[in-house]
């Protein structure tokens, strides 16, 4: 199981950490994501991260602000969210998958999202 915290009501230009605990046994093995659903739209993906941290993906609106991160030895992966815009707003959900490509394809294994909400 995924669970994601750190969520919140902020101001634009702010920032937020946003963390995703697995209970899974394997969590060091898999390719982690984060995913997003504004109000009215689809979910669409954010980050990934490998599974030994080396290799991140973004989506070209949050590069530069936004980093993923993983403790495999506390089977968690963070998201450190900077100068945060009111287009962010949204649920964030944590993923998991074995690979990069299935992660941005669809991942199999979903947490439940934490919402950011940012205000102007």
């Given amino acids: 199981q995924l669970q994601a915290s ?8 702010d920032s937020l950490r946003l963390s995703c605990v697995s209970s899974g046994r ?3 093995r898999l390719t982690m994501g984060w995913y997003r659903q504004a109000p009215g739209k689809e979910r669409e993906f954010v980050a990934a ?3 030994s941290g080396l290799t ?4 070209d609106s949050v590069k530069g602000r936004f980093t993923i991160s993983r ?9 450190q969210t900077l100068s945060l815009i009111p287009e962010d707003t949204a649920v964030y959900y944590c993923a998991a998958d074995t690979s990069y490509a299935a992660v941005r394809r669809w991942p199999d294994y979903w947490g439940k999202g934490t919402l950011v909400t940012v205000s102007s």
């Fill in 26 to 28: 394997d969590f060091s």
């Fill in 6 to 13: 750190g969520g919140g009501l902020v101001q634009a230009g």
């Fill in 49 to 51: 991260i490998g599974w």
């Fill in 56 to 59: 991140t993906y973004y989506q």
């Fill in 71 to 79: 403790d495999n030895a506390k089977n968690t992966v963070y998201l």
